[in-house]
């Protein structure tokens, strides 16, 4: 049985032989979950600053630099209807 904010794969990527877009940066981390409702209860479960993971949090964030984020999801999704944009 899977727990509400249960991460469902986790990939880290990185960049090789300098092809790439400059702004993009160097790795790429992917981390999948069912849906959004585990994502929120992922950052719902984070967000609580304390240990143990508040510490881990401050480890990693120390090491980080010029981070940047997307958020991403499947397209088209199940409630895509087809034929229903206007533009």
Same mark, same amino acid.
């Given at each position: 049985?899977?727990?509400?904010?249960? $991460?469902?794969?986790? &990939?880290?990527?990185?960049?090789?032989?300098? $092809?790439?877009?400059?702004?993009?940066?160097?790795?790429?981390?992917?981390? %999948?979950?069912?849906? $959004?409702?585990?994502?929120?209860?992922?950052?719902?479960?984070?967000?609580?600053?304390?240990?143990?993971? %508040?510490?881990?949090? &401050?480890?990693?964030?120390?090491?980080?630099?010029?981070?940047?984020?997307?958020?991403?999801? =499947?397209?088209? =999704?199940?409630?895509?209807?087809? =034929? %229903?944009?206007?533009?």
């Amino acid at each position: 049985m899977e727990s509400d904010s249960e $991460l469902h794969a986790c &990939r880290i990527t990185r960049r090789k032989l300098g $092809l790439g877009i400059e702004g993009l940066g160097e790795f790429h981390i992917q981390k %999948e979950f069912n849906n $959004l409702a585990q994502l929120d209860a992922a950052f719902t479960h984070v967000s609580n600053c304390q240990d143990p993971i %508040e510490s881990f949090h &401050r480890q990693v964030n120390s090491r980080v630099k010029n981070f940047k984020f997307l958020l991403y999801r =499947d397209f088209p =999704d199940k409630q895509h209807v087809a =034929d %229903e944009k206007k533009f």
